[in-house]
């Protein structure tokens, strides 16, 4: 060990450095059968997270081509726009500017992100970005000038990936009897099963312990089951539901479909502004489980973030600041490489048939509100409609896009200073004719408070729920083409405030949920006539199956803890099945693809009607037949068991009888002819009473 020096010795004025002995240098090499076995990551590794790579600064620059060239003030204007557009894909670390002899710009900047993924998104969404008339972008990576300079001569075919079979994932749609699957969570949610929904009982497929940690959601086409877990989201699908793919989101607690499956949205709200990299929304593709795009999420969070059109072809965002983001797919970039700018946007929808969106833009001052009809990508007004005096707006699709409803709240006086903002409440419902010429629209106005609103989902009517909450009135309207609504049906004093519509029309369930008790009562509106009614006591979901023969009421633990179970109910009204499920949570009906039959042949099929009831009705009646069968030679077979162990229990106790008569002294107990048996009679004092007689 090396000695300090001593200043004693150095009070010549020299520094002894030449003249001072150290000793010995002590040796730090490592022993030769020494073995390092804690690597860096190990030993630090929060440090180690740190350390640069090679690759960092370069593969985080883009190159940005078409740039102005501009000169004194507006250099510092230019740079001010480039990071308005720039900034919203992460962190600008560094920016140059390359100027000229002169000091104007040559035409191309170099910006550096914080990480390579954010640079990738740049170049992903901005390439060909259109800044005006005269200028439109070319970004690249600095890092692609490598790889296009070092372009081998030869051509290399990329390696194909094993394909993996995942089995037919609509094999439940080749059941011959059409019977339909839902899926229940039990047991307060620590158990999941599947069931086919046969006749007379449904069969159970598939049962599985904590399949899912909250909830479960079908695909909107019912190819995949989807769950939830803490690192994210797993697709399970055929005929064994096995995995097909997962997607990794810490946290993750909503999801949403495309509508034609084509992509997932996951969101976190844990992740929510986390990191400067966006992560709290991310989109994936369904069937490759490949990430597609990221984005930040809005303070407050606000669900759904994305609304797709009816082909997964485009999907949009409303940000607060009255911005329509429309982006489309597959490069999941901004569609025209800009947003729309709304003043006042409050709210908008997509068509479920048509690439055009409906959005409304609240009043200001003397400018009225007014919804717009947009088509996309055109981005052409299809339809304006001017509102006086509105309040608030709802939208409503009609699910085959034939109609547009637009709930309008609107006020005969705005209140200042007051906790009520209006007065004089009245409601309009603006009916637009999505498939007319020149889009024309009706008027219903309701001077009550409306409670429930909904269409027919194959058909022209509507249903609605106004009146005081003591005196609700159901009224349904009809629409033909060229004329206004008329009313079809007018219930007064009904216990109903929720709507129920089968999903091939003509048929509604009027629920009275929460604190009408669960009543129900069933409608044929071709008619109207009541086909029949009950009540499930605090009832709290009601869902039809895509079929519309059969409906599911049930009493989740989630919104009561007693009387947990679910009704299997026929379209008429009638309970089929009642099943009281430990903790029952949630029943989910497996939706249907569309069907493949053109509307001629669904007119045939309505025309021959009977020959087909006829059929089914006869198969019914086989079907039940034999359940019958089986049910007694079921019976038959647990009292033929019953019988032969009685008889076996009977040889047993007679082959003991020797034993137990030796063991009771010589006394045969079953001999009940009282032979053997002496009898006799005891007397004893129950009770003594005194009464006095008077004369």
């Known amino acids: 060990m090396a000695r300090k020096k001593n200043p004693d010795e150095m009070s010549d004025g020299s520094d002894g450095e030449e003249d001072f002995d150290y000793g010995e240098e002590p040796d730090f090499a490592d022993p ?161 099963s599947v069931f086919v929904n046969n006749n007379p009982d449904p069969v159970e497929i598939q049962t599985r312990p904590r399949w899912t940690e909250t909830y479960v959601k079908w695909s909107p086409l019912g190819t995949y089951l989807a769950t939830f877990h803490t690192r994210g989201i797993a697709l399970w699908g055929g005929d064994d539901f096995h995995q097909i793919s997962k997607f990794s989101h810490p946290g993750v607690q909503f999801i949403e479909f495309s509508p034609c499956e084509k992509y997932l949205v996951t969101f976190s709200p844990s992740s929510v502004n986390v990191t400067e990299d966006p992560s709290a929304i991310i989109i994936w593709d369904s069937r490759t489980g490949a990430k597609k795009r990221a984005f930040h999420s809005e303070n407050p969070p606000v669900w759904p973030v994305f609304k797709w059109s009816s082909n997964d072809k485009y999907f949009a965002r409303m940000t607060q600041d009255s911005t329509l983001s429309v982006y489309e797919t597959p490069s999941f970039g901004l569609l025209d490489k800009k947003s729309i700018k709304v003043e006042g946007l409050k709210g908008f929808s997509w068509s479920p048939k048509d690439d055009v969106l409906a959005y409304w833009v609240a009043e200001d001052k003397d400018v009225p509100a007014r919804v717009v009809l947009l088509e996309i990508p055109s981005r052409k007004e299809l339809r304006v409609k001017n509102l006086f005096n509105v309040a608030d707006c709802k939208m409503h699709w009609q699910k085959s896009g034939e109609y547009l409803c637009v709930k309008v709240d609107r006020y005969k006086k705005i209140l200042e200073n007051k906790d009520i903002k209006y007065a004089g409440m009245y409601y309009n419902f603006e009916i637009f004719h999505m498939s007319e010429k020149q889009i024309p629209v009706d008027t219903v106005k309701i001077e009550e408070s409306v409670h429930a609103f909904s269409w027919e989902p194959i058909g022209s009517k509507f249903a609605v729920i106004h009146g005081d909450s003591q005196s609700l009135n159901v009224s349904f309207y009809g629409l033909k083409k060229g004329q206004g609504p008329e009313v079809l049906k007018k219930y007064e004093r009904k216990t109903a405030n929720h709507i129920f519509w089968s999903p091939t029309g003509q048929f509604c369930i009027l629920a009275g949920l929460r604190s009408m008790n669960g009543v129900l009562e069933f409608v044929d509106t071709s008619d109207f006539t009541s086909m029949g009614g009950g009540e499930h006591f605090m009832c709290t979901d009601v869902e039809w199956d895509p079929t519309g023969r059969y409906v599911m009421t049930g009493v989740s633990w989630w919104g009561h803890k007693v009387d947990n179970a679910y009704w299997l109910w026929n379209f008429q009204g009638k309970v089929l099945k009642r099943s009281s499920v430990e903790k029952f949570c949630q029943l989910v009906w497996r939706p249907r693809p569309q069907s493949l039959l053109s509307k001629e042949q669904f007119k045939d099929i309505k025309k021959n009607l009977k020959k087909y009831s006829d059929q089914f009705n006869a198969k019914d009646k086989m079907r039940q037949s034999r359940a019958s069968k089986e049910l007694v030679a079921k019976r038959q077979a647990l009292a033929d068991a019953f019988n032969n162990w009685r008889d076996q229990k009977i040889r047993e106790y007679d082959e003991s009888r020797e034993k137990r008569i030796e063991l009771r002294g010589g006394r045969d107990m079953d001999d009940h002819e009282n032979e053997g048996v002496e009898e006799e009679t005891v007397e004893f004092l129950v009770k003594e009473e005194s009464t006095i007689l008077q004369d």
Not at 57 to 84: Q, W
């Open 32 to 192: 030769e059968d020494y073995v390092d076995d804690i690597d860096d990551e190990e030993l630090m590794p929060e440090i180690m997270k740190q350390q640069p790579n090679e690759a960092d600064g370069v593969d985080s620059v883009i190159v940005v081509d078409g740039v102005p060239v501009v000169a004194g003030e507006r250099v510092e204007k230019l740079k001010n726009v480039i990071r308005k557009i720039y900034s919203k894909f992460g962190k600008l670390v560094n920016e140059h500017y390359p100027v000229s002899e002169d000091g104007s710009t040559k035409g191309y900047i170099f910006l550096e992100f914080s990480s390579h993924a954010n640079a990738v998104e740049a170049v992903k969404s901005t390439n060909n970005y259109k800044l005006d008339k005269m200028h439109t972008f070319v970004v690249n990576l600095f890092s692609d000038f490598d790889r296009y300079e070092n372009i081998p001569d030869e051509w290399e075919a990329p390696q194909s990936q094993e394909y993996k079979d995942q089995g037919n994932l609509r094999s439940w749609l080749l059941e011959s009897d059409a019977a339909d699957q839902f899926s229940v969570i039990h047991k307060g949610g620590e158990e999941v």
